[in-house]
């Protein structure tokens, strides 16, 4: 029996049936970079990105978790004026998924296995986890490294 060669690009493997369930978005996961070119106002990308937030509150809510905010909390010296700030923008906060931490490991796993060079962090694959397993399309402009890591994944990009 020939052994079969590893891909040159593998995927996080999604054991579980549940992970590929092809259904609607039922909302959309915002990364936090979209966040940051809204808040910082951002010359290339604030207005994309604020397009795009408009688009996905029309079709349900706007989901962001822990990471996301701890990831956009440096900006701010206070919490309180990172709540402020957030005020403005319809965002629902959802718990991390219980059912996300051992895809993400899965994916983090094949990034470390496949030469990454520890710019993508474990966070990055939680966020991807998490949409995938609360049936979120995920807003983000970093489309590639969760295409890669999640390819069932609804993506959207500024």
């Keep these: 029996m020939a052994r079969q060669s590893t891909p040159v690009f593998p995927k996080a493997r999604e054991p579980d049936p549940r992970y590929l369930v092809g259904a609607m978005p039922r909302g959309t996961l915002v990364d936090s970079c979209v966040l940051i070119d809204v808040l910082a106002n951002d010359a290339i990308w604030a207005d994309c990105s604020l ?73 990055d694959f939680y966020i991807g986890a998490h949409a995938l397993v609360a049936q979120l399309q995920l807003l983000t402009r970093d489309t590639a490294r969760y295409r890669s890591y999640f390819p069932t994944l609804a993506l959207v990009a500024p």
Aim: aromatic letters at 6%; glycine letters at 6%; charged letters at 20%.
């Design 51 to 123: 397009v795009q937030l408009e688009r996905c509150a029309a079709l349900g809510p706007l989901v962001i978790n822990p990471l996301i905010l701890a990831e956009i909390s440096p900006r701010f010296e206070r919490a309180a004026d990172l709540e402020a700030a957030l005020a403005g923008l319809p965002l629902v906060k959802a718990a991390l998924p219980w059912d996300a931490a051992f895809l993400a490991g899965q994916a983090f796993k094949v990034y470390r296995q496949s030469a990454g060079l520890k710019t993508s962090p474990m966070p």
